[in-house]
């Protein structure tokens, strides 16, 4: 009974977070994206190094490769991205707070799914973003298996750490401060040289303005979609436990 709650809960939390999820992105990122990506291909035309990114442009070397073309069929494939995603996270948070209310902990409010949101946007957001922020077309970056190490390494000890925070008794949360750090300070992978491939002085400056409205753009989206998630997954476990009184019941 309570795995079916769980598998209906998400997807029904995955497609209402996912699609506010796609609606955000629409409203500010992608524009963003849209404009970079003026600069990526004035920069590919002039023959200079060039990092291809799968935006819907028809590179030569990448004809082969499959990409939703732009308008209606990459916003379409955008929205099931973001609501497979989102339903991905909220069975994880689902399943997070089913254990941690089955471990003895305080009973799942709405106010204490704000909190677990937060975790998860500071977790799955902030600390990699930190080290890797969100990238732009035109931005060159360091190979890709050394930031995918980077980013499931600083997820995995942040969420740990906050575990040992919440959890933890007395000077055990005391090991929550290292592993925090470890990833910042071993450093996210960087590339050597310059982060712009484009040369022309006018483009980089509207690359580096573009950046930083995606970095804010990007930050209020992801705190927005984290704090639904977390809302909607302990409102829906609120839900299914009162008849029972207590969720290990449930």
Request: proline share 6%; charged share 10%.
């Given at each position: ?107 799942i409010t709405p106010a204490r799914g704000l909190l677990w949101g937060l975790v998860g ?128 019941a449930a």
């Amino acid at each position: 009974m309570l795995l079916r709650r769980l598998i209906l809960a998400s997807l029904l939390i995955g497609v209402v977070t996912g699609a506010l999820l796609s609606l955000g992105q629409q409203l500010r990122a992608s524009q963003l994206i849209h404009a970079a990506e003026v600069y990526e291909v004035a920069d590919h035309d002039h023959g200079e190094g060039h990092d291809h990114h799968s935006h819907g442009h028809d590179h030569g070397e990448h004809d082969h490769t499959w990409m939703p073309a732009d308008g209606t069929e990459r916003t379409f494939y955008t929205l099931v991205s973001d609501i497979c995603a989102a339903t991905g996270f909220a069975a994880l948070m689902l399943v997070a707070m089913t254990v941690a209310a089955g471990y003895g902990q305080r009973r799942i409010t709405p106010a204490r799914g704000l909190l677990w949101g937060l975790v998860g946007f500071i977790a799955f957001f902030v600390a990699p973003g930190l080290g890797l922020p969100p990238e732009l077309p035109g931005f060159k970056a360091a190979p890709l298996e050394a930031r995918q190490l980077w980013w499931v390494l600083t997820v995995s000890l942040t969420l740990v750490a906050f575990a040992l925070l919440f959890f933890a008794r007395s000077w055990q949360k005391l090991g929550a401060l290292p592993l925090l750090l470890i990833p910042h300070v071993w450093g996210a992978p960087q590339l050597n040289g310059p982060a712009i491939a484009n040369p022309d002085p006018q483009a980089i400056a509207q690359l580096e303005q573009l950046h930083h409205s995606f970095i804010i753009a990007t930050t209020l989206t992801n705190a927005g979609f984290w704090l639904l998630l977390g809302l909607g997954c302990a409102i829906a476990i609120q839900s299914w436990s009162k008849p029972h009184g207590a969720l290990s019941a449930a």
